[in-house]
């Protein structure tokens, strides 16, 4: 930008002006004109290196200063030029704020102080106002501040936020001499003395602000406001100029505050931020900071990201991302918590006295609290010392000492191949997952120091990785280290009422060196172009030995790692209530043992997803699959015997139906066909038996009841069997925003339809009583033809803007193995709101007779899965009638998503 040009430009224009607003208005446009062609030449370059963030912040900054000090010539010198000179009418302009630090994103406040000595003058106002109508004019986003040099200092002693801003302000244009005794009084008067209070005042923020954005991990991160996000770094910058004097961090690497190696490292993670920032601004052009899925997508393809390796762009884009989150929550604590123990207050005298320090082991010590090393060079004469101060920090209960994490993390070359293969490291690793009741802490304390990183250079690949769903709320490292802590959970009797049959499992006993091995390796075949499980079995296959356990040991492992989802699949993917579902699990599982062990590692796997994932549904489905698969294991097959169940059935409805005349329970118990006693609990017998007994031939019947222990409301209805019945239930459903997790259909003897339906509402809860009469009057203005639900589904069928860029590849796999009596179409896809009607209403279309259908949902995907026959009653076998239906199917899934994305 060539300043010299712009203000001989303004200068012309200033030369006989007439009216005041007049010259703003052609002021405003003339620097208005400049300021669009530099942001458009911001915007190139940065697009031509789209990493070359801190060029890019400074020439945003260099722009603003450009225009304000233009404007600010054109207010103080044409518009209101100064009369007589006086001491009361000096004025000084000052940058404060990120604006003051000369860091700019393309969206950024300008935020102003004007100074005076004393007090606001007439003349002082005017030009004020002459300069932000200008300034508005530019469609800056002004914050500015009129206040006297006493008033600076007033306001800095009662506000934090406003001393803070001082802290970082910059003189811009006006009386310099002005501003130099701003900074010279605002130290002697207002920061000397009080970095201990600063300190704290900063620490309490940061604590806050970190409760109020969530996680470092968190999905959809706030890269302004989130953990290890820029105000982070920030807040490292405030106090090291407050308590240390620097204008700039370099300086801290001078005081030896940091090591070299640490200031690259943060002066990486700062330029990354601050360019996924700048391009978050330039997306949405609005000051934006929230990094939301649809907005990941655009930002990762703007920095240059691309699909490789079986991974997407964006997915590696979120690791780099995350990864210097990390860096920055290092130093920042680092820096923070020496601070902190520099400014702590100091106990009282009678705790100093009265309370016991805690026992260290030899070569450590206790500083403010935390373990820290003793001698440093003792420290690294044994090599596993890297990994015993972990242990030691987890049987003192005490947190390391940020001196002894900066030494591990300088020297983690000391972890190569003969310190992995020692027995004794081996050992204490295991010590570590197994001993002290609370491995995730020292886990992720060690993940995050790059130690776990470098024992199991396995793991490394997941170090951070993000899956780009809306299924898993963790990065793959964290959802590992989530999982132990769940287990954790469980074995010291947290979870009893919650998780009782994993509870019962611990408690009998199993090995906990296999289960803890296999929980932290399920995962860590991810991110490549293969399926992961396959993958970490082959990795658990190398890495279990080198942790030191026995080949059967590690046989178990390599085989839960292999079918660490195989319970969950069968359980949320299958319908559990038909016998050949348990026992084909039963076969795969082939022991009570690994039986138990699988179910303890399905549980945390879920649990750990997210805080939300787990809730009685999926409870209810895998205590189910875990009770039946036992008592066949322990009593034989034959215990899955359908006549056996179909009998025990209908003899616990006689129980139940109390009052009935013995030729009315006789006819009921008749009147079902055999999939019908064994699809079903005895509470939903019983409703049905009240609900058909005398039914009229065109009577629909409807019970609404929530199933507080699966956490869903049951549907159940009961009507003169017709085709098409399921696909305008679905649809009835979908229209109250019902989501569907469950369904069974049958049709009796006599010809009516028995229906049960499991529904949740849009936040996986059983509907509110409130609303079931709703629901109740949808239905039944559905089946009596009053609402078309194709038709009236087509508004509501439509994807939010951010869940957009999720792609989900369809799969439908056809199965006549699983069932005994129908074949199992499987439709894995991209969920939807009408999706499941749309893919009912094509079975139906097509002759096809649903008697069951299981809906799993992982975030943006959906697993639909049908039990079928043909109008005949039989299996699709052959290739060309599973073809056609699987078109079928395609394009109806195609057609939906074509709609939903208009």
Same mark, same amino acid.
């Given at each position: 930008?060539?300043?010299?040009?712009?203000?001989?430009?303004?200068?012309?224009?200033?030369?006989?002006?007439?009216?005041?607003?007049?010259?703003?208005? *052609?002021?405003?446009?003339?620097?208005?004109?400049?300021?669009?062609?530099?942001?458009?030449?911001?915007?190139?370059? %940065?697009?031509?290196?789209?990493?070359?963030?801190?060029?890019?912040?400074?020439?945003?900054?260099?722009?603003?200063?450009?225009?304000?000090?233009?404007?600010?010539?054109?207010?103080?010198?044409?518009?209101?030029?100064?009369?007589?000179?006086?001491?009361?009418?000096?004025?000084?302009?000052?940058?404060?704020?990120?604006?003051?630090?000369?860091?700019?994103? @393309?969206?950024?406040?300008?935020?102003?102080?004007?100074?005076?000595?004393?007090?606001?003058?007439?003349?002082?106002?005017?030009?004020?106002?002459?300069?932000?109508?200008?300034?508005?004019?530019?469609?800056?986003?002004?914050?500015?501040?009129?206040?006297?040099?006493?008033?600076?200092?007033?306001?800095?002693?009662?506000?934090?936020?406003?001393?803070?801003?001082?802290?970082? *302000?910059?003189?811009?244009?006006?009386?310099?001499?002005?501003?130099?005794?701003?900074?010279?009084?605002?130290?002697?008067?207002?920061?000397?003395?009080?970095?201990?209070? %600063?300190? /704290?005042?900063?620490?309490?923020?940061?604590?806050?602000?970190?409760?109020?954005?969530?996680?470092?991990?968190?999905?959809?991160?706030?890269? #302004?406001?989130?953990?290890?996000?820029?105000?982070?770094?920030?807040?490292?910058?405030?106090?090291?100029?407050?308590?240390?004097?620097?204008?700039?961090?370099?300086?801290?690497?001078?005081?030896?505050?940091?090591? @070299?190696?640490?200031?690259?490292?943060?002066? #990486?993670?700062?330029?990354?931020?601050?360019?996924?920032?700048? +391009?978050?601004?330039?997306?949405?052009?609005?000051?934006?900071?929230?990094l939301t899925f649809d907005l990941q997508v655009e930002v990762a393809e703007r920095m240059g990201y691309e699909d490789c390796a079986g991974r997407r762009a964006v997915e590696h884009f979120m690791q780099d991302y995350f990864r210097n989150a990390t860096r920055v929550g290092d130093l920042t604590r680092i820096f923070l918590t020496k601070l902190e123990a520099i400014h702590a207050k100091p106990e009282p005298l009678l705790q100093r006295i009265f309370s016991r320090k805690p026992r260290v082991k030899d070569g450590y010590h206790v500083i403010h609290g935390r373990l820290a090393v003793l001698n440093e060079a003792a420290f690294l004469s044994d090599p596993l010392n890297l990994l015993r101060i972990f242990e030691e920090g987890l049987r003192t209960g005490m947190l390391i000492h940020p001196d002894a994490m900066r030494l591990v993390t300088a020297n983690l070359r000391l972890i190569d191949?003969?310190?992995?293969?020692?027995?004794?490291?081996?050992?204490?690793?295991?010590?570590?997952?197994?001993?002290?009741?609370?491995?995730?802490?020292?886990?992720?304390?060690?993940?995050?120091?790059? !130690?776990?990183?470098?024992?199991?250079?396995?793991?490394?690949?997941?170090?951070? =990785? =993000?899956?780009?769903?809306?299924?898993?709320?963790?990065?793959?490292?964290?959802?590992?280290?989530?999982?132990?802590?769940?287990?954790?959970?469980?074995?010291?009797?947290?979870?009893?009422?919650?998780? @009782?049959?994993?509870?019962?499992?611990?408690?009998?006993?199993?090995?906990?060196?296999?289960?803890? !091995?296999?929980?932290?390796?399920?995962?860590?075949?991810?991110?490549?172009?293969?399926? +992961?499980?396959?993958?970490?079995?082959?990795?658990?296959?190398?890495?279990?030995?080198?942790?030191?356990?026995?080949?059967?040991?590690?046989?178990?492992?390599?085989?839960?790692?292999?079918?660490?989802?195989?319970?969950?699949?069968?359980?949320?993917?299958?319908?559990?209530?038909?016998?050949?579902?348990?026992?084909?699990?039963?076969?795969?599982?082939?022991?009570?043992?690994?039986?138990?062990?699988?179910?303890?590692?399905?549980?945390?796997?879920?649990?750990?997803?997210?805080?939300?994932?787990?809730?009685?549904?999926?409870?209810?489905?895998?205590?189910?699959?875990?009770?039946?698969?036992?008592?066949?294991?322990?009593?034989?097959?034959?215990?899955?015997?359908?006549?056996?169940?179909?009998?025990?059935?209908?003899?616990?409805?006689?129980?139940?139906?109390?009052?009935?005349?013995?030729?009315?329970?006789?006819?009921?118990?008749?009147?079902?066909?055999?999939?019908?006693?064994?699809?079903?609990?005895?509470?939903?017998?019983?409703?049905?038996?009240?609900?058909?007994?005398?039914?009229?031939?065109?009577?629909?019947?409807?019970?609404?009841?929530?199933?507080?222990?699966?956490?869903?409301?049951?549907?159940?209805?009961?009507?003169?069997?017709?085709?098409?019945?399921?696909?305008?239930?679905?649809?009835?459903?979908?229209?109250?925003?019902?989501?569907?997790?469950?369904?069974?259909?049958?049709?009796?003897?006599?010809?009516?339809?028995?229906?049960? %339906?499991?529904?949740?509402? /849009?936040?996986?809860?059983?509907?509110?009583?409130?609303?079931? @009469?709703?629901?109740?009057?949808?239905?039944?203005?559905? %089946?009596?033809?009053?609402?078309?639900?194709?038709?009236?589904?087509?508004?509501?069928?439509?994807?939010?803007?951010?869940?957009?860029?999720?792609?989900?590849?369809?799969?439908?796999?056809?199965?006549?193995?699983?069932?005994?009596?129908?074949?199992?179409?499987?439709?894995? /896809?991209?969920?939807?709101?009408?999706?499941?009607?749309?893919?009912?209403?094509?079975?139906?279309?097509?002759?096809?007779?649903?008697?069951?259908?299981?809906?799993?949902?992982?975030?943006?995907? !959906?697993?639909?899965?049908?039990?079928?026959?043909? =109008?005949?009653?039989?299996?699709?076998?052959?290739?060309?009638? *599973?073809?056609?239906?699987?078109?079928?199917?395609?394009?109806?899934?195609?057609?939906?998503?074509?709609?939903?994305?208009?």
């Amino acid at each position: 930008m060539d300043a010299q040009k712009l203000t001989a430009d303004l200068a012309r224009l200033a030369q006989d002006f007439g009216d005041e607003a007049d010259l703003r208005k *052609q002021a405003a446009s003339l620097l208005l004109a400049y300021r669009k062609a530099g942001m458009s030449a911001i915007e190139a370059a %940065f697009a031509a290196a789209p990493l070359e963030a801190l060029p890019t912040r400074r020439a945003y900054c260099w722009l603003a200063d450009c225009l304000v000090s233009c404007t600010y010539a054109l207010a103080s010198q044409v518009l209101h030029p100064l009369s007589s000179k006086s001491d009361e009418e000096a004025l000084a302009l000052l940058a404060v704020g990120g604006y003051g630090r000369g860091e700019m994103a @393309p969206q950024s406040d300008v935020d102003l102080l004007f100074l005076m000595p004393k007090r606001v003058t007439p003349r002082a106002k005017s030009v004020i106002e002459a300069m932000l109508y200008i300034l508005w004019d530019l469609r800056l986003k002004v914050g500015h501040s009129s206040r006297s040099i006493a008033d600076c200092l007033a306001l800095g002693g009662e506000d934090f936020t406003i001393r803070t801003a001082l802290l970082e *302000q910059r003189f811009l244009v006006g009386d310099a001499a002005l501003a130099t005794q701003l900074n010279q009084r605002l130290e002697d008067e207002l920061f000397k003395g009080s970095e201990t209070e %600063f300190v /704290t005042a900063k620490l309490a923020e940061r604590d806050e602000r970190h409760e109020r954005q969530g996680e470092r991990y968190v999905v959809e991160p706030n890269v #302004k406001e989130g953990k290890g996000g820029l105000r982070d770094l920030q807040s490292l910058y405030w106090i090291a100029k407050y308590v240390h004097h620097v204008e700039q961090i370099e300086d801290l690497v001078r005081l030896k505050v940091f090591r @070299p190696e640490e200031y690259e490292r943060f002066q #990486k993670a700062e330029n990354f931020l601050w360019a996924v920032r700048c +391009h978050l601004h330039l997306v949405t052009n609005r000051p934006n900071e929230q990094l939301t899925f649809d907005l990941q997508v655009e930002v990762a393809e703007r920095m240059g990201y691309e699909d490789c390796a079986g991974r997407r762009a964006v997915e590696h884009f979120m690791q780099d991302y995350f990864r210097n989150a990390t860096r920055v929550g290092d130093l920042t604590r680092i820096f923070l918590t020496k601070l902190e123990a520099i400014h702590a207050k100091p106990e009282p005298l009678l705790q100093r006295i009265f309370s016991r320090k805690p026992r260290v082991k030899d070569g450590y010590h206790v500083i403010h609290g935390r373990l820290a090393v003793l001698n440093e060079a003792a420290f690294l004469s044994d090599p596993l010392n890297l990994l015993r101060i972990f242990e030691e920090g987890l049987r003192t209960g005490m947190l390391i000492h940020p001196d002894a994490m900066r030494l591990v993390t300088a020297n983690l070359r000391l972890i190569d191949e003969a310190f992995r293969d020692n027995r004794e490291a081996q050992n204490i690793f295991l010590d570590l997952l197994l001993k002290h009741g609370n491995p995730e802490r020292a886990l992720r304390r060690m993940n995050e120091l790059g !130690v776990l990183a470098a024992f199991l250079p396995e793991f490394e690949p997941i170090v951070a =990785m =993000m899956q780009f769903n809306m299924y898993h709320a963790y990065t793959v490292d964290e959802h590992t280290i989530q999982v132990i802590s769940n287990f954790s959970q469980i074995e010291r009797l947290e979870l009893e009422e919650e998780l @009782p049959i994993s509870t019962e499992i611990l408690r009998d006993g199993v090995d906990r060196k296999v289960l803890m !091995v296999a929980m932290l390796l399920h995962d860590i075949g991810k991110g490549r172009d293969q399926d +992961h499980s396959v993958l970490g079995a082959q990795i658990a296959r190398k890495v279990a030995p080198r942790l030191g356990l026995s080949r059967n040991d590690c046989d178990t492992v390599e085989w839960l790692v292999r079918y660490h989802l195989l319970m969950s699949d069968m359980a949320q993917k299958r319908d559990i209530a038909d016998p050949r579902t348990v026992r084909d699990f039963a076969k795969a599982v082939q022991t009570v043992k690994r039986l138990d062990l699988l179910t303890v590692l399905t549980v945390c796997d879920i649990r750990g997803v997210g805080p939300d994932t787990w809730n009685n549904w999926k409870a209810a489905l895998i205590r189910a699959l875990y009770r039946q698969t036992r008592h066949a294991l322990e009593e034989g097959m034959e215990a899955l015997n359908r006549e056996n169940r179909g009998a025990e059935a209908k003899k616990a409805l006689r129980s139940e139906l109390v009052g009935w005349a013995k030729k009315d329970i006789k006819a009921e118990t008749a009147r079902h066909y055999p999939p019908y006693w064994q699809g079903l609990h005895i509470t939903a017998h019983v409703v049905f038996a009240n609900l058909l007994k005398g039914i009229g031939d065109s009577e629909i019947r409807i019970d609404l009841h929530p199933d507080d222990d699966r956490d869903a409301t049951r549907v159940c209805f009961v009507m003169a069997d017709h085709p098409g019945i399921f696909s305008r239930m679905c649809g009835a459903l979908a229209l109250v925003g019902a989501n569907i997790v469950d369904a069974r259909t049958f049709t009796s003897k006599d010809g009516y339809a028995t229906a049960a %339906f499991w529904v949740q509402d /849009t936040e996986g809860s059983p509907f509110e009583a409130a609303r079931l @009469p709703r629901l109740r009057k949808m239905i039944e203005r559905t %089946f009596a033809g009053e609402v078309i639900a194709g038709e009236a589904i087509q508004t509501r069928d439509k994807l939010k803007k951010r869940e957009r860029a999720f792609r989900v590849p369809t799969s439908i796999t056809f199965d006549n193995e699983g069932s005994e009596i129908y074949t199992i179409i499987e439709v894995d /896809t991209r969920d939807r709101p009408g999706l499941l009607h749309d893919l009912t209403r094509t079975l139906a279309n097509s002759n096809v007779y649903i008697a069951s259908a299981v809906i799993a949902t992982f975030g943006e995907q !959906v697993v639909d899965t049908f039990y079928v026959k043909d =109008m005949f009653g039989l299996k699709f076998y052959t290739e060309s009638k *599973q073809k056609t239906l699987e078109n079928k199917l395609r394009t109806a899934i195609t057609e939906g998503a074509e709609r939903a994305h208009a």
